[in-house]
C-alpha cells in the first residue's frame, strides 16, 4: 500500500498516478447504478418486504375488524418507511457507481472508488488465477478476479465491489458493468496478450475533497 496526500489530484480519472510509458487505457467505464442498486442494494427486494408486510397488515386488520381510517393511517407509515428505505439505498447505490471508476490497460486492472473515503487498488495481470463473469438480463454484468496472492483486501472495504458471499478469500469485482461480454472479451484478450512482470497488489487511498 503506498500513501498519498489527502488532496491530491488523479493523474487522469480514474488513475492515481500517471500510467508508465507504452502503457495505456483501453477501456474505462462505470459501474451502471441501477443494476447496482438492484443488485448490491437489493432494493426491488426492500420493496417486495415492505408491500408483503403491507399486505399482511391489511389482511389482519380485516380479520381483526380494524377500523378502515387506522389501516390507511399504518398504511401510509409502512409507505414512508419504504420510500425512505429505497430512497436512501437508491442514492447510495448512485453514489457509489458515480465515484467508481473501472480501468484496464495492457498490464492491469485497476479499481477506483469510495464515497467519503476513495481508494484505488491496482490489480497487476500477473497476481489474476481465474476471471468469473456473471451476465444480467439487461446486458450488464459482474466480472470477479481470483488472485493467486497472499495479499488480501477486506470484504467490507471491497464492498460492493466484491464478488457476492466471498467473504474470507474477497474477490475484487467489476460490479454491473454495462455491455460485459464485450469487457470480458476484451479482459480476455488482454490477459493473453499481456506480459508478466512480477509485481503485487497495492492499494492506495485518499479523502474526497467536500
Same mark, same amino acid.
Given at each position: 500500500?503506498? /500513501?498519498?496526500?489527502?488532496? $491530491?489530484?488523479?493523474?487522469?480519472? *480514474?488513475?492515481? +498516478?500517471?500510467?508508465?510509458?507504452? +502503457?495505456?487505457?483501453?477501456?474505462?467505464?462505470?459501474?451502471?447504478?441501477?443494476?447496482?442498486?438492484?443488485?448490491?442494494?437489493?432494493?426491488?427486494?426492500?420493496? &417486495?418486504?415492505?408491500?408483503?408486510?403491507?399486505?399482511?397488515?391489511?389482511? +389482519?386488520?380485516?380479520?381483526?375488524?380494524?377500523?378502515?381510517?387506522?389501516?390507511?393511517?399504518?398504511? *401510509?407509515?409502512? *409507505?414512508?418507511?419504504?420510500?425512505? @428505505?429505497?430512497?436512501?439505498?437508491?442514492?447510495? &447505490?448512485?453514489?457509489?457507481?458515480? $465515484?467508481? #471508476?473501472?480501468? #484496464?490497460?495492457?498490464? =492491469?486492472?485497476?479499481? =477506483?472508488?469510495?464515497? &467519503?473515503?476513495?481508494?484505488?487498488?491496482?490489480?497487476?495481470?500477473? #497476481?489474476?488465477?481465474?476471471?468469473?463473469?456473471?451476465?444480467?438480463? /439487461?446486458?450488464?454484468?459482474?466480472?470477479?478476479?481470483?488472485?493467486?496472492? /497472499? /495479499?488480501?483486501?477486506?470484504?467490507?472495504?471491497?464492498?460492493?465491489?466484491?464478488?457476492?458471499?466471498?467473504?474470507?478469500?474477497? +474477490?475484487?469485482?467489476?460490479?454491473?458493468?454495462?455491455?460485459?461480454? =464485450?469487457?470480458?472479451?476484451?479482459? @480476455? =484478450?488482454?490477459?493473453?496478450?499481456?506480459?508478466?512482470?512480477?509485481?503485487?497488489? @497495492?492499494? @492506495?487511498?485518499?479523502?474526497?475533497?467536500?
Amino acid at each position: 500500500m503506498t /500513501d498519498h496526500d489527502d488532496f $491530491e489530484r488523479e493523474a487522469q480519472p *480514474g488513475l492515481p +498516478e500517471p500510467l508508465p510509458a507504452g +502503457e495505456s487505457v483501453v477501456w474505462q467505464g462505470s459501474p451502471t447504478w441501477h443494476s447496482l442498486a438492484r443488485r448490491a442494494f437489493h432494493c426491488y427486494k426492500v420493496a &417486495a418486504y415492505f408491500l408483503l408486510l403491507s399486505l399482511w397488515f391489511v389482511a +389482519e386488520g380485516v380479520h381483526d375488524g380494524v377500523a378502515t381510517g387506522q389501516l390507511m393511517h399504518t398504511l *401510509g407509515v409502512l *409507505g414512508c418507511l419504504a420510500a425512505f @428505505s429505497i430512497g436512501l439505498l437508491a442514492l447510495i &447505490a448512485w453514489a457509489s457507481a458515480r $465515484e467508481a #471508476i473501472y480501468t #484496464i490497460t495492457q498490464k =492491469r486492472v485497476v479499481m =477506483r472508488f469510495g464515497v &467519503a473515503l476513495r481508494l484505488s487498488l491496482n490489480v497487476p495481470f500477473r #497476481i489474476i488465477d481465474a476471471v468469473a463473469v456473471k451476465r444480467h438480463a /439487461d446486458g450488464s454484468g459482474d466480472i470477479a478476479f481470483q488472485l493467486g496472492t /497472499d /495479499d488480501r483486501v477486506s470484504y467490507l472495504v471491497l464492498w460492493p465491489h466484491a464478488r457476492p458471499w466471498r467473504i474470507r478469500r474477497p +474477490e475484487l469485482t467489476l460490479r454491473c458493468v454495462p455491455d460485459v461480454e =464485450r469487457v470480458a472479451q476484451l479482459i @480476455s =484478450r488482454q490477459l493473453g496478450a499481456a506480459e508478466q512482470p512480477a509485481a503485487a497488489l @497495492s492499494m @492506495s487511498a485518499r479523502a474526497v475533497a467536500t
